[in-house]
Structures are given as C-alpha cells and as structure tokens.
C-alpha cells in the first residue's frame, strides 16, 4: 500500500500568468532541431559508446538532417575529448552542420572545452548552470548573486577564449539547468544578465535553453514557464529561445510541443528519446507529430527502419515494438473491428487524397514502411483482416458471407495455436479447406456441347469412390452440371454465384479465373465452394464440386 501522498509530496505551483496566450496557438512550423544523442544521450548508457559507434551515430544524424549536434562533454574525459578533435581533424564535419560542447561553468572546463574545438569552422559552447534553490543550497552552496556572478564570469571568459581563435564561427549557448525548478524572476536575472555579458545582438544571437531537467510538473505548466520568459526577456530579439524537456512524467513531447506555442524556437533532445532516467523528448516522435499536421519537420525519417538499426547498433538500445511511428507493430492491426475499418479505408483511400484510413493516423509509407504487417492474425482478429490478407497477398477478393465462414476456420486454429497466424498460413488454410478436398466427389473433367436448352455437360467423376460419367443440360455449364450431378444421392441447389479474376498476387503468375458458388445441400446446411482455374467453365465447376464436398464431406 502506498504512503499517503499528501504527507510527502506537494503540487507544483502554478505561474501567475492570467493573460497566457499559448493555448489559442498552433504550431506553424518546425523549430530549430539540436540532437544531444552524443552527449546527453550517451552518458545515459549502460555502456557509452567507442569512437566508432559515435562517429557512425553522428554520421546518421547528418544524414537525417540535423544542423547542429552536441558531440562531446570534452572537460570531462579524454575520451570525448579526443572525439572531437577526431571530427574537426580528419574533416568529418559536412559544412552546413556546426557541432556544439558542453561545460560546466568553470574555468579550467571552460579553457579545456574551447581547446578541444581549435580548427572548427562552426561551433557552439555550451555552458550549463544549476539555478534553482536545492542546487544552489545543497548542490552548489551558493548564494543568488554567488550563482549569477559565476554565470557572468563564465561568458565573459568564453568570450575572451573564443576571440582568441576568429577563424572559427563561434556561438554561445547558456542553460539555466533546472529552469523548471527555478524562482521565475531570478531566472529571467540570470538569463538577462548572460544576455548582456555576451553582447547578443540581433546578428549575434544568444542561445538560451530553458530545460526541463527534471519533469516535475504538468506539460502546461512548462508551457507558462516558457511564455512568462519569452514575454520579459530584455533582449528577445537577440535570444534563441531552447528547450531541453526530460520524461520523467512521461509527457516530454508534449511539454515540448506546448513550448513551441508559448514562444520557444529550438528543441533539444535524442532520437526515441534516449537520456537519462526516463529519456530525453523524443525527436522522432515530436518531428513526425509535426508531419502529420502538415507542417515539414525539416528532417528526414522516410527510411524510419534504418534509423532505428542504426541507433540501435551504436547505443546498445532497442526500440520498443509500440514506439510511436518506429516501432514494429505501431501500424499493425490484430482487433478484427479495427481490421475491417483499416481494409475498408484502404480501399477509398486514393493516391491524390488527404490521409484518411481508420485507425492508421499516419500513412506506413511515409516512413518507408510497406503495408504487408498492417494487418495481421491472431485469435482477436476477424473476416476484415483475414480476407484482407487475402486480397493483398494472394490477390483473392472473397464475397462477404465466404468472408464470414472462413473466419470461423481461422479463428479455430488461431485458438488452437494461441499466437499469430501469417499470411501463408492463412492461405494454406484456405487451400485446405475449399480448393484440395477431394471426397467424397472427385472431379476428373468434362466435355461440352451445344443442346437444345442451351448446353450440354458430360462430367467425369468419383462419387464415393465410384467411378461415374453423368451427363445433364441447362442453359449455361454451371446450370447443367447441377442437373448432371443431381443423379447422385447428394442434391444441392445453387443459392448464390460470384466470378471474378484471381489476381495479380504478390507472387506472380497470370491472372486465373476464380468462381464462388453457395449451396444449399439437402438437410438446408449451406456452405461455400471456391474454384480456380485458368478457365472460368472449369473454375465454376471445381467451386460446384468444392461446395459439395464441404457439405458432404
């Protein structure tokens, strides 16, 4: 039993912010993307990754789109360190990406981390900072003014540092770490006065990151937060407002989300939301969330799989099966109700049309998936997702009562197995049981002629082991066959008769004659018989005979 909660928790305050105007907002487009993956994202790990694993990582990043990456902690190892001198020295850097450090706001760090980036052709420092009053008091032991005046101090030395090396493009990031824990008004002081050390100017921006480094309140709250500063900053026009939001209530992309509408301009975090404790937000689902609005995320996830290989072989990580648009089975449909809404979407959805298949908010597509696990079976599923299979794989359109009876076939073998069937299977069932019985009627062939009520049938079969050859009229092959045949003990009447082209499947061949024929044998059991042949005549005499079968069998 948990402890009572009211004794040892409190709520979150919230932010006097009576005239918020973030919730009539919409997000109009994509924000500035930074990919921490190589730092906050690695540190993170169980095993943080080797030169080579970074290096195929940053490569990765590149390719997806990222303009700016935090490569490195390079005061706080050798190892990072030298990683960054590995992408300036052997030229791994494309020109339109600048790569950003990370340091504490001390000067021996500070010193280290400008050193690392000697030779850059762009570059960002990034000065981290704890703010709020646990840090400064029991983390720190510093007053507010002790705290501010190592802030300032520490971009007034980077700024020294940097003019020391002009042939590298520099920029200065300052993150008030624990911002959401932060008193507002020293916060804005402290951002404020960062501003002013490092003289941003309109072509000189600052960037300043308001992180949630611990998530400690609802996304809402984050969005005040964000709008109350980006409302009072002396110099906005000279800030690059960031945000840097952690999960550890699970709702990072939303916060995220709710800070671009309150004002804030660039988005740090990992891919599948990577980092400490509960992650980072997560970029792939945030820049994805934009592209199902309309908006171009500015990055590239149209090969999602490899994407998510990649990541997975350089952090050691796996992408969970639900993870939204990368995991394996976000776009899979097992509920038969679902499968039915999704197979009837497919078949109105046009290539020209806005997106608008049940249950699938997103189309696979994009994402460079294909639509073959969309659907798939297993003892929730129902007619819609079977014969969608069906239809998809093997190019076999089933009439909807067929559809309804060779579920039933399905679902006992589904609960029989306890665990999914795939789409071979599925086939090999249907095979089984329409199309390979041959008992107790077995069809050896035919001969037709012309007669006086239309046509005339001569039918070669077993009946019981029985070799016979009935003969019949009728004013087509398929009524004949039914006035041959019923010289057997067996008689059946025709309820409903469907033809239609098998195909193209997935599996090649030519297209095939397909023929449905329902029956109604004599004790009134009716049932479903299913031909295919390259000639529709014999096709529609196999379904004649495979009904009977089915029934009498």
Request: with cysteine; aromatic share 8%; hydrophobic share 40%.
């Amino acid at each position: 039993m948990l402890s009572n909660p009211s004794l040892k928790y409190r709520p979150f305050p919230p932010v006097a912010l009576a005239d918020r105007q973030w919730p009539n907002r919409s997000i109009t487009r994509a924000p500035i993307w930074m990919s921490t993956d190589l730092r906050d994202g690695n540190q993170a790990l169980f095993e943080p990754m080797n030169a080579a694993r970074k290096l195929r990582l940053f490569e990765t990043l590149c390719g997806i789109g990222f303009k700016q990456i935090e490569v490195a902690f390079p005061s706080a190892s050798q190892t990072d360190f030298d990683f960054v001198r590995q992408l300036i020295t052997t030229h791994r850097i494309p020109d339109d990406v600048t790569i950003e450090v990370l340091s504490h706001a001390r000067a021996p760090l500070l010193r280290r981390t400008v050193d690392s980036l000697r030779g850059a052709r762009s570059a960002i420092v990034h000065i981290v900072n704890a703010t709020s009053q646990p840090f400064r008091e029991l983390v720190l032991g510093m007053s507010q003014a002790e705290v501010l005046a190592m802030a300032v101090d520490s971009v007034r030395l980077v700024k020294d540092l940097t003019a020391a090396q002009p042939d590298t493009d520099w920029r200065l990031q300052y993150s008030l770490e624990t911002f959401t824990a932060t008193e507002l008004d020293y916060a804005l002081a402290v951002a404020d006065a960062v501003v002013e050390a490092w003289n941003a100017t309109p072509d000189n921006q600052l960037i300043l990151n308001l992180p949630s480094s611990v998530e400690n309140a609802t996304p809402n709250v984050y969005a005040d937060q964000i709008e109350w500063m980006h409302r009072r900053i002396a110099r906005r026009d000279s800030v690059v407002l960031s945000v840097h939001p952690h999960n550890d209530r699970g709702t990072a992309v939303a916060a995220a989300e709710l800070a671009l509408m309150a004002g804030a301009e660039r988005v740090e975090g990992c891919l599948f939301g990577n980092g400490e404790r509960t992650g980072n937000v997560d970029l792939v689902t945030l820049a994805l969330n934009l592209y199902t609005q309309g908006i171009a995320p500015g990055l590239d996830f149209s090969d999602i799989d490899a994407v998510a290989r990649s990541f997975e072989a350089c952090t050691g990580l796996t992408v969970p099966p639900r993870q939204p648009y990368a995991g394996d089975l976000v776009f899979t449909a097992f509920s038969g109700s679902h499968q039915d809404a999704i197979k009837k979407g497919f078949a109105a959805q046009t290539a020209d049309a806005v997106w608008n298949v049940p249950y699938l908010p997103f189309d696979p597509a994009d994402v460079g998936r294909g639509y073959d696990a969309v659907i798939r079976v297993n003892s929730q599923s129902g007619k819609g997702g079977i014969a969608h299979l069906l239809e998809s794989h093997y190019g076999l359109v089933l009439p909807r009562r067929l559809q309804v009876e060779f579920a039933q076939v399905v679902q006992r073998q589904a609960d029989a197995e306890g665990g999914e069937i795939g789409h071979a299977q599925i086939w090999r069932l249907f095979k089984a049981e329409y199309l390979e019985a041959n008992a107790p009627l077995y069809y050896l062939g035919h001969r037709l002629s012309d007669s006086a009520d239309g046509q005339r049938i001569e039918l070669d079969l077993h009946w019981r082991g029985a070799a016979r050859c009935l003969v019949g009229e009728g004013n087509g092959p398929l009524d004949a066959a039914v006035a041959a045949l019923a010289a057997l003990d067996y008689a059946v009447t025709i309820r409903s008769y469907e033809e239609r082209s098998l195909g193209p499947s997935r599996h090649g061949g030519d297209a095939q004659a397909c023929a449905f024929v329902e029956l109604a044998g004599p004790d009134s059991r009716t049932g479903y018989g299913v031909g295919i042949d390259d000639n529709l005549v014999t096709a529609s005499i196999k379904a004649l005979v495979s009904g009977i079968n089915r029934l009498a069998g």
